[in-house]
């Protein structure tokens, strides 16, 4: 099974907030106590951010965290859908519609630059890095997170599905971004999927292919499945 990045499709999966919803929801740290929101917040902290921008800002809770832990850092959210553009502004974030292959910004404009999970939806991977690195000043950081191959792999096998593989993950992202970054370093972690019961796996899936939720065998209590999530930072 393939994320898709064509355009059609990833318009018609963030029309609105639900699959994304749905999605995050299951989420939980590793058996240490990581997310990978802490491990991404961190390394923007560190880089002292005074002009931050976050593309895919999806409904705006990780660029709502970056104001209240960056409270001198003057920072912009762009999506490409609005309905996520305005549940980001109603975060009280400066938000706009924007496409990472065209950013709407001069050169050199950030410090930093974020992508939350977006990055295997982009059409042109190497345009869109491209513009990152165009929009950030020299010396500046580009924070990325994604997943692995092996990302709920079992729960979609059990479905009749297969794995998750994406033109940006665990496994291709530091190749991805080094062709645009001088030094990438990659920290890998053991995420971990929760579901209350079989209802809830299956709507999970749905939110990819409503066959796989119907395929998927009945079991009961709880499951507990293992994600692989990885936090890029390039400069």
């Known amino acids: 099974m393939t994320l898709g990045n064509d355009p059609q499709m990833v318009r018609e999966q963030y029309a609105d907030e639900s699959r994304l919803t749905t999605r995050s929801s299951v989420w939980r ?7 990978p ?35 001198t850092c003057s920072i912009v959210a762009t999506d490409q859908s609005a309905r996520f553009v305005e549940l980001t502004a109603a975060r009280g974030v400066h938000a706009q519609v924007a496409d990472i292959m065209d950013l709407p910004f001069p050169d050199a404009s950030f410090d930093v630059v974020v992508a939350m999970w977006m990055l295997y939806h982009v059409p042109d991977l190497d345009r869109g890095v ?9 010396g500046g950081t580009f924070v990325a997170v994604t997943n692995g191959d092996d990302h709920l792999a079992e729960l979609l096998i059990e479905a009749g599905g297969q794995p998750l593989v994406t033109q940006f993950s665990t496994e291709n992202g ?15 972690l053991a995420t971990r999927a929760v579901f209350p019961d079989h209802a809830s796996a299956c709507a999970y899936l749905a939110t990819f292919d409503e066959s796989l939720a119907a395929n998927l065998p009945p079991f009961e209590g709880d499951r507990e499945y293992a994600g692989a999530t990885s936090v890029f930072v390039a400069r």
């Open 37 to 71: 929101q802490d491990v991404a917040a961190v390394a923007i902290a560190a880089a002292r951010p005074t002009h931050l921008l976050e593309v895919g800002c999806g409904t705006g809770a990780f660029a709502e965290r970056l104001i209240a832990e960056n409270p």
């Open 130 to 138: 491209a513009e990152v690195r165009r929009v950030l000043r020299p």
């Open 29 to 35: 740290p590793t058996v240490d106590g990581r997310t």
């Open 174 to 188: 530091a190749a991805a971004l080094s062709r645009h970054f001088d030094d990438v370093h990659q920290t890998d």
